[in-house]
T-cell receptor, first 112, second 112 residues
Framework: GAGVSQSPSNKVTEKGKDVELRCDPI?????LYWYRQSLGQGLEFLIY????????KSGLPSDRFSAERTGGSVSTLTIQRTQQEDSAVYLC??????????FGPGTRLTVT | KQEVTQIPAALSVPEGENLVLNCSFTDSAIYNLQWFRQDPGKGLTSLLL?????REQTSGRLNASLDKSSGRSTLYIAASQPGDSATYLCAVTTDSWGKLQFGAGTQVVVTP
């Protein structure tokens, strides 16, 4: 079985542009998480989806960040009007019933 | 507010020695604790998950203990090998949603 996949693996964008990051979770996993890893902040939680429940958006750093999960599977994290402080590695994880989380390889975002 | 601390931040040992990595957390009301390994430029690989009701988990050369009352977990890696060189992260789940709160990690180098 395939693990969690993310695309693109690397993204370089200019300040002010919008970006979309994609996550394909492990098939059958009902929970999906987004985290961000940056040099200054370590690993921090962004947003969580569980089945058809309303997502937990408590970790999103600003209203420029949003995420959706279509059909209970694929998720897209969107960052609007990117800023240099958004540069980080964005990691996606999935799990079954909120237990052991399995991470994807991440998307490295660089905002110039 | 939960805080997760990992000491030491970095560790270098000769091949064959046992590794002892420490993780402490300030709020003992956790659901579970998970240990991860991260290789440079890669995502996170789950090593062990300990439920809050458990005292330890073992997988091959790895053993993790959990003492909730004192807010501590220890990861033991027996007979270290150069391939064990990586950053090791611990993370706790403090709600039923399963979102993880991470320590800053311990960077391990095993020299041949």
């Amino acid at each position: 079985g395939a693990g969690v996949s993310q695309s693109p693996s690397n993204k370089v964008t200019e300040k002010g542009k919008d970006v979309e990051l994609r996550c394909d979770p492990i098939s059958g996993h009902t929970a999906l998480y987004w985290y961000r890893q940056s040099l200054g902040q370590g690993l921090e939680f962004l947003i969580y989806f569980q089945g058809n429940s309303a997502p937990d958006k408590s970790g999103l750093p600003s209203d420029r960040f949003s995420a959706e999960r279509t059909g209970g599977s694929v998720s897209t994290l969107t960052i609007q009007r990117t800023q240099q402080e958004d540069s980080a590695v964005y990691l996606c994880a999935s799990s079954s019933f909120g237990y052991e989380q399995y991470f994807g390889p991440g998307t490295r975002l660089t905002v110039t | 507010k939960q805080e997760v601390t990992q000491i030491p931040a970095a560790l270098s040992v000769p091949e064959g020695e046992n590794l002892v990595l420490n993780c402490s957390f300030t709020d003992s009301a956790i659901y579970n604790l998970q240990w991860f390994r991260q290789d440079p430029g890669k995502g996170l690989t789950s090593l062990l998950l300990i439920q809050s009701s458990q005292r330890e988990q073992t997988s091959g050369r790895l053993n993790a203990s959990l003492d909730k009352s004192s807010g501590r977990s220890t990861l033991y890696i027996a007979a270290s090998q150069p391939g064990d060189s990586a950053t090791y992260l611990c993370a706790v789940t403090t709600d039923s949603w399963g979102k993880l709160q991470f320590g800053a990690g311990t960077q391990v180098v095993v020299t041949p």
